[in-house]
């Protein structure tokens, strides 16, 4: 069997998919087809079953599936392997971030593997949790970060760090940057119009849980997926935001917006570390994971 058809056939059957398996993989989707079907014919098994709705495998499917994913991963750890004959741990690995982490993290993360992993190919990646626990699940990422993240069969969760939610509203004309203002209780932030990200994402599925806690539900002016958008509409006056603290300092006009601290203590929100139990972790992963771990500790006590 060719270890680039496996690959592909892994890929579709965790997906679901051949038109995402070939974005994943960067390949036009008649040759991925057509490499799984080569596949299909030399094991005379039908391994995927194709329908309107994507692809599913076959019981020979997922047999080859179980068998695949180690295929794929000892290929990895035999690339580790020859790395640390030359005297340096090697290989890739893809990093998932939600928008608001990468801002901050991006650089001195790219710096701290560069310095302690200089033979390890890294790629980073940003989006909305949802999304990013599916490039996790998929294989498409090695380990991501996240907000409020729930354990689960597919999915291991370490407690990082909590970051603190602020109120973002757009600074009045002329309204100096000192003193900042004070606390507002949760309370009050339920009365006002908010632009908030779409159900499921993290952040806004917490303030509504703690909101609840006290009787309040959040009042929605807009629902926008994206920190930028979100802080140009509260720009732009269309109602407030609840962000994390990193997510308003690394803007391109913090001084636009006041942020206020939600509640005594300040209401905060859980960022965890995430790895897949479908796939067992490299020894590149595991240093990775390390090095993810503090280079975040790092930059967040320093905001």
Known sequence: MDLKQIEYFVRVAELGSFTRAAVVLNIAQPALSRQVRLLEVELRQNLLVRNGRGAIPTEAGKVLLEHGRGILHQVER?????GRVRGALAGRVAIGLPTSVARVMTVPLTRAFRHELPEVRLSISEGLSGAILGGLNSGHLDLVVLYNAQPSRETDVAHLLDEDLVLVRARPPGLLEDPP???????????????????????????????AQ??????????IDGVSAI??????????????????????????????????????????LATSLQRPSTQVQKAALDLVRRTAVAVFQSH
Do not use: K
Not at 214 to 223: D, K, R
Not at 234 to 246: I, P, Y
Not at 256 to 271: K, N, V
């Open 78 to 82: 035999a690339r580790e392997e020859l």
């Open 214 to 223: 006290i009787g309040c539900t959040p009042q929605v002016a807009l629902e």
């Open 181 to 211: 203002p004070g606390p507002i209780a949760l309370s009050e932030v339920a009365q006002l119009p908010l632009v908030i990200p779409t159900r499921p994402n993290a952040i806004r599925m917490h303030v509504e849980s703690e909101m």
């Open 231 to 272: 802080l140009d509409l509260v720009a732009d006056g269309a109602g407030c935001a609840v962000l994390s603290r990193n997510a308003l300092l690394n803007s391109p006009r913090p001084s636009a917006y006041t942020a206020q601290a939600i509640g005594t203590p300040p209401l905060r929100i859980a960022l965890s």
